[in-house]
């Protein structure tokens, strides 16, 4: 098999590169011996791509690229990169084009450093997909990036999930971006999934996720930062000069975004203790000075959820409960997502300013923090199958609770 000569970019990742290019990342690996460890490439590194193994397709009379990518099931864009030499809009009846194979079925692909443009890309291809998913944008982070929600249902019952508000807590967004998928899957073809009724809870109730709080946070996590970048000395004292951001949970600017919410905010302040730009616990010099929380304040309190889940990690553990505001059938509730999970129920911890907090504080309705898996964060991706089965039934159930 011939194989193409590739420059690692910055940002790339094996998973990124064989993405990009609708193959398996073990073809590629097995391509490359010569990489001791096929997790780290590095910028300016020489790989090896294999190419293709490409069907040739001759133009029959009235054929266009697009009637050919519909009726091969191959998307568009696809057949185009595997004919760069085709002018498709001189199409001649008896010339030979290239025809690639078909994309995996699956779109999320969660066994990866999952970042930002891995989760853009895939909400792009799933709303393709699934026409009855609605994303859309409720604000933009520190650095200018998209914080997207989307909508799954129709139903007057409204729920919220959301992920990533801590930067090293990223393999909360893939959990949901998974999730999306699978109920994608389960509404189109009109059937159950793990025994409930997608069918019916799409009409009932209507699902907002947003998958990823955090955007700058996390791709400094996975990504690091470039020095070209006009934060970078700031971020690196922040960090105290190291630039390994592994222990970062804040936004760009060091700003906790769980410690933000007007949910006895100074409380939090004093009890942490912590008044500049950190990697963990700053509250910030004020409640929802961040954009990245103000959007998520905002978007909430335009919408009327019955119950908000704020998934984070580590410690298979539910919060459920804040100053004794929280209603009575938050018990049972949490008890129905033990039940799932296996996961412990803790009503209460001397925290505040939350996200989960104030939700219960100014709305008196249920709330909880599900922490996702164990050990240290960024926990390894080797968790992911367990973190998922253990979860996807508390994503469940809070549908039709």
Known sequence: MPYTRYVVQRGDTLFRIARQRSMNV???????????????????????????????????????MYIIARRLNIPLNLILQANPQVDPQRLQVGQIIYIPDAPATRIVEPMQEYGYDEMVRDLQLLQQRYDFINVSSI???VEGRELFVVRLGVGAREVHFNGSFHANEWITTPLLMNFIEDYAIAYEAKQPLRGFDIPALYEQTSLYIVPMVNPDGVELVLEGIDPTNPRYEEVVRINRG?????????????????????????????????????????????????????????????????????????????????????????QTIVNRFQAQSGYQPIRTVLSDAGYKDWFILEWRRPGFTVEVGTGVNPLPISQYPKIYEDNIGIMLEALRL
């Open 139 to 141: 604000g933009r982070s």
């Open 242 to 330: 190291s630039l390994n951001f592994d222990r970062w949970k804040a936004n760009i600017r060091g700003v906790d975004l769980n410690n933000q919410f007007p949910a006895f905010w100074q409380e939090e302040y004093d009890r942490k203790g912590v008044t500049q730009p950190a990697p963990l616990n700053y509250p910030g010099p004020t409640p929802l000075s961040e954009p990245e929380s103000r959007a998520m304040a905002n978007f909430t309190r335009q919408r009327n959820f019955r119950m908000v889940l704020a998934f984070h990690s580590q410690g298979e553990v539910i919060f459920w409960g804040y100053r004794d505001l929280e209603p009575a059938e938050s």
């Open 26 to 64: 073990e073809a590629l690996i097995a391509a490359n011996p010569q990489l001791q460890d096929p997790n780290r490439i590095v910028p300016g590194q020489v790989i090896y791509v294999p190419n293709q193994m490409l069907r040739q397709y001759v133009i029959q009379p009235g054929d266009t």
